[in-house]
């Protein structure tokens, strides 16, 4: 008996948030079995993560509902800093031209996404969602694993993919160590939504007030949501931090129960952690069951998003055949060293936020008062997988507009669909024809000449991108990452060989 007839689903799937929904998604495009797990009886009904990025909206669009997350989401325009007074220390916009070809941040309500991202799922003929299903036990074989539900039944896959959480069981069950990078708080999260007719809210995006007395947060979370945050000091009892008295008094200042309806307030500890590694044999990590961050920069779940991405790209190649299963060692490879980027720049964040000490939450104030500069977008590469020293490689690749020969103007990955991507400015002679059509066969490549007859660019943000790096073509990976980038035709023969041999092509 084949194996494929062996199993229950291709991947087993533990976990149903937004990056179980979106692995879910991209694996069932594919045409993948995957049967996902969730131990809850039914959908997170309160809101959790409030922000993702441009990049994470080019994984929406990747799965065809980016029309349907920008009619719940809304751009963020700015990060403040502000004085305990509420005047503000230093403004970092969010309104630059971001590579992704998308606004550069957005703000959502979690259950609104999880409803967009669920009917992507169930959009897929391939994919089983099941509630109420919990995970007791993994047992591994030779090229599949065994999980044991609580209720005693069992399904077998060739890949399970633990998007648990943080308190993963199947991180648990693997026995994979957690890295502790050096931060710990508590802090009380409130979400609010105004009645009706209550009057506008003047605050600010996002703004983070630098009070040595009582750290906090307060910001937009998508057009009729807000969040408050408040660090817990010395003194300050958990249980009495959420009881709705003492909310509406730290509310008081914004907004009071006339006004506004509690939707959650709770306690969460914020952590900075990573897993050791992101695969265990047959199975694997994602999101916060790989990596746990502060939320400073707002990029747990997009970072999350970032492993499925990753992760559905290497498991289509293996699942279909086309490259070896050691193509997984990858993974970790490529994912952890960006994620530990992430959590660092979030940890140092949180530390200026987190300052209780008077004199020197003082001291930080007057610093951010005198810059002169901005820092620039936080973007960190990928880890691996890609070609070394090569420009661009491993960097997020731009998306331009194209103009096909029907004069319809569109965004590159529109035009070009998914998997990996070669796009250049001149026409390819027969030796870099001939290997474009190998890896067409082998993995689907697809190609593109800008500027060639048909395909005319909209601006010039992929010619200027090519230009400033001395390159006349791109090989751009299924997450968006660059793999290399070739000065001249022979070099995109080069290219394409060396994306083949990193692949284990089969």
Not at 369 to 381: D, H, V, Y
Not at 443 to 467: F, N
Request: hydrophobic share 40%; glycine share 10%.
């Amino acid at each position: 008996m084949k194996l494929a007839d062996a199993v229950d689903a291709d991947v087993l799937i533990v976990g149903y948030g937004p990056v179980g929904q979106t692995l879910a998604a991209l694996l069932g495009a594919s045409g993948h079995r995957v049967l996902v797990c969730e131990r809850r009886a039914g959908h997170y009904e309160t809101p959790r993560a409030g922000h993702f990025d441009h990049e994470i909206m080019r994984v929406f669009q990747s799965l065809g509902i980016a029309d349907e997350v920008r009619r719940i989401a809304e751009p963020a325009r700015a990060y403040e800093f502000l004085d305990p007074d509420g005047s503000v220390l230093s403004r970092l916009p969010r309104e630059w031209a971001a590579p992704s070809g998308w606004d550069a941040s957005y703000h959502f309500y979690q259950p609104e996404l999880e409803e967009v991202l669920d009917a992507a799922v169930r959009g897929a003929s391939t994919v089983d969602v099941r509630f109420g299903a919990e995970l007791a036990r993994l047992r591994q074989g030779d090229g599949h694993v065994v999980a044991t539900l609580a209720d005693g039944g069992e399904v077998t896959a060739r890949h399970v993919v633990g998007a648990d959480g943080a308190n993963s069981a199947v991180r648990t069950l693997c026995g994979i160590p957690t890295e502790d990078l050096g931060f710990r708080g508590d802090w009380l999260v409130v979400d609010v939504r105004p009645r009706p007719g209550a009057p506008a809210l003047d605050i600010p995006d996002t703004g983070q007030v630098l009070d040595p007395a009582r750290p906090n947060h307060m910001g937009r979370v998508a057009q009729r949501y807000f969040r408050w945050e408040f660090m817990l000091v010395d003194g300050d009892d958990p249980a009495e931090m959420v009881k709705p008295e003492r909310v509406w008094e730290l509310l008081g200042p914004w907004i009071g129960p006339r006004e506004g309806e509690l939707i959650r307030q709770t306690v969460y500890q914020f952590r900075a952690l990573v897993a050791d590694t992101f695969r265990h044999r047959s199975v694997l990590l994602a999101g916060d069951a790989a990596h746990v961050m502060p939320p400073f920069l707002g990029q747990g779940m997009s970072s999350g998003i970032r492993d499925a991405a990753t992760l559905g790209w290497m498991l289509d190649l293996v699942l279909t055949g086309a490259a070896d299963p050691k193509l997984l060692d990858l993974y970790t490879l490529s994912r952890r060293p960006q994620v530990i980027d992430y959590i660092e720049e979030s940890v140092r964040v949180g530390t200026v936020v987190c300052e209780t000490d008077p004199v020197r939450a003082a001291r930080r104030r007057d610093e951010m008062r005198s810059a002169t500069e901005l820092p620039p977008p936080f973007e960190p590469p990928v880890g691996a997988g890609f070609r070394d020293g090569q420009p661009l490689a491993g960097r997020l690749a731009v998306q331009p507009l194209l103009r096909t020969g029907g004069g319809k103007t569109e965004r590159s990955d529109d035009v070009l669909g998914r998997g990996f991507t070669l796009s250049s400015v001149v026409e390819p002679d027969a030796a870099t024809a001939a290997a474009i059509a190998d890896l067409e066969r082998a993995i689907g490549l697809r190609s593109v000449v800008v500027g060639a007859e048909g395909v005319q660019e909209e601006g010039g943000a992929l010619r200027d991108w090519l230009t400033e790096s001395g390159a006349v073509a791109v090989l751009v990976r299924p997450d968006f990452y660059v793999y290399g980038t070739a000065a001249g035709l022979p070099e995109v023969v080069d290219l394409l060989a060396s994306l083949r041999a990193s692949l284990s092509l089969r």
